[in-house]
Nanobody, 125 residues
Framework: VQLQASGGGLVQTGASLRLSCTAS????????MAWFRQAPGKEREFVAV???????YFGKSVKGRVAITRDNAKNTVYLQMNDLKPEDTAVYYC????????????????????WGRGTLVTVSS
């Protein structure tokens, strides 16, 4: 299984970015697909997840500024980030989970089965 994240880069405050994560080696439509991020010196935190039935959860720090979508035909999940702030600077990782998506488990990174290598987003002030 491979999860390949892309779309990161250096942007200014207030800009937008769309991250992509393309999966291979798994039945994409059966997995919940999530984004986590890890800022320098901080623990990895949950950003957003979209389930196989398109139910969605967002992390508190990004809610209202991001959207997550998936294209099962392309085995790809997208994270649209708007109004980026310097505190959004982090390596963004995509992850896949074939367990049931629920409010009690969606942000538990230990339950995710597969992880990509991440893509770096840097937001300058």
């Amino acid at each position: 299984v491979q999860l390949q994240a892309s779309g990161g880069g250096l942007v200014q405050t207030g800009a937008s970015l769309r991250l992509s994560c393309t999966a291979s080696g798994l039945t994409f439509g059966r997995y919940s697909m999530a984004w986590f991020r890890q800022a320098p010196g901080k623990e990895r935190e949950f950003v957003a997840v979209i389930g196989w039935s398109h139910n969605i959860y967002f992390g508190k720090s990004v809610k209202g500024r991001v959207a997550i979508t998936r294209d099962n035909a392309k085995n790809t999940v997208y994270l649209q980030m708007n109004d980026l702030k310097p505190e959004d600077t982090a390596v963004y990782y995509c992850a896949a989970d074939n367990g049931p998506l629920s409010s009690s488990r969606h942000n538990n990174q230990r339950l995710y089965d597969y992880w990509g290598r991440g893509t770096l987003v840097t937001v300058s002030s």
